[in-house]
Nanobody, 122 residues
Framework: QVQLVESGGGLVQAGGSLRLSCAAS????????LAWYRQAPGNQRELVAR???????TIADSVKGRFTISRDNAKNTVFLQMNSLKPEDTTVYYC????????????????WGQGTQVTVSS
C-alpha cells in the first residue's frame, strides 16, 4: 500500500510564499516522477510542476519564475516552493507520484495525495 501525505498549505497574503511537501511511503520499488497538480472548483486538474527521477523538470507557464519543484530521492519526498503568490493561485494542490511497487516492479501507475488548500488573499 502506497500513501502520499501532503503538508504546507495554508493562508498567505499576495506576494508571500509557501512551501508544500509530499512524502511517499509504503512498498515503493521505484519512483519515475513526482508532480504537483491543482484543481479549482469546476475546472480540470492541471499540472503545476513535475520532476523526473533524474531531475529534469516541467513547470507550467502560469507559475514559471515563481514556483520551483525539487525532490529528495532518499526520502521519497517532493517539494513545491511557491513565491510571489497571487490570488489566482488559490485552490487545492494535489501531489502525484508515478511509481512501481515491489509487488509489480515493472508496472508504473499514478498515485494521488489527499490535497492541500492554498489560499492567497489580496
Amino acid at each position: 500500500q502506497v500513501q502520499l501525505v501532503e503538508s504546507g498549505g495554508g493562508l498567505v497574503q499576495a506576494g508571500g510564499s509557501l512551501r508544500l511537501s509530499c512524502a511517499a511511503s509504503g512498498s515503493i520499488f521505484s519512483i519515475n516522477a513526482l508532480a504537483w497538480y491543482r484543481q479549482a472548483p469546476g475546472n480540470q486538474r492541471e499540472l503545476v510542476a513535475r520532476i523526473m527521477s533524474r531531475g529534469s523538470t516541467t513547470i507550467a507557464d502560469s507559475v514559471k519564475g515563481r514556483f520551483t519543484i525539487s525532490r529528495d530521492n532518499a526520502k521519497n519526498t517532493v517539494f513545491l516552493q511557491m513565491n510571489s503568490l497571487k490570488p489566482e493561485d488559490t485552490t487545492v494542490y494535489y501531489c502525484n507520484a508515478n511509481l512501481a511497487e515491489y509487488s509489480r516492479p515493472g508496472y508504473y501507475r499514478d498515485y494521488w495525495g489527499q490535497g492541500t488548500q492554498v489560499t492567497v488573499s489580496s
